[in-house]
């Protein structure tokens, strides 16, 4: 997976130079490709990206008003109620640690949706929905390991909580097991809404067709 935007390590490559380059090839020399919005290193899925600034802040502004729809799935560690919801405040990313705290009074309101897709009962996992509503960093991460439910292979937020699981499939879990699933928006002023989807990545898809091969 690509980070979405530029590290500290400038050997590692982001997305948007890479684009640029592969539509260079295709015979589009476009100067002024811009990331709209960002992914937690490590989840994959659907990400937008502009190609001149007037989309940029047109979309940036549908993203403020709550008007980009975005849908995310996960694999997670327990099983939690059909539907549910979570709303906390949440610091910012803290700058030793890289780490996003609840807190009980400041920081930044956050609020998702959920719904159960599948579970597992044999392992105590479970292939969740998430529909967040604000764009906190790290906000569904934190929000299911709230819930008990913290995402298989994330390292930082539920790290440690382990259920009854084959060895050889523990081995298979390489990233955290979150991914955008699905984006609604419009791309430009008096356009109607699109929805795009993205595929899920070869090792999601691998570990999910294991746990529903768990006895």
Request: glycine share 6%.
């Amino acid at each position: 997976a690509l980070p979405s935007q530029a590290t500290r390590d400038q050997a590692v490559h982001h997305v948007v130079p890479l684009l640029a380059k592969c539509l260079k090839g295709m015979g589009h020399d476009i100067k002024d490709l811009q990331l709209v919005h960002r992914l937690d290193k490590d989840t994959t899925g659907c990400l937008i990206i502009t190609s001149n600034a007037n989309t940029m802040n047109y979309i940036t502004e549908k993203f403020k008003s709550h008007e980009v729809q975005k849908v995310y799935h996960a694999l997670s560690w327990g099983i939690g109620a059909e539907e549910f919801e979570e709303r906390c405040n949440l610091s910012a990313i803290q700058g030793t640690t890289g780490t996003v705290r609840v807190l009980q009074s400041g920081g930044k309101s956050s609020h998702t949706y959920f719904k159960t897709l599948e579970t597992f009962p044999n392992s105590r996992t479970s292939r969740l929905e998430a529909r967040p509503v604000t764009g906190r960093s790290h906000q569904i991460r934190i929000h299911l390991e709230k819930n008990n439910l913290p995402i298989l292979g994330d390292r930082v937020y539920g790290d440690g909580k382990r259920h009854k699981l084959p060895e050889d499939l523990i081995q298979k879990v390489n990233h955290q097991l979150l991914h955008s699933h699905s984006i609604h928006f419009s791309p430009a002023p008096g356009v109607k809404p699109i929805t795009v989807t993205a595929h899920y990545r070869e090792n999601f898809t691998e570990v999910l067709e294991a746990l529903r091969a768990v006895k």
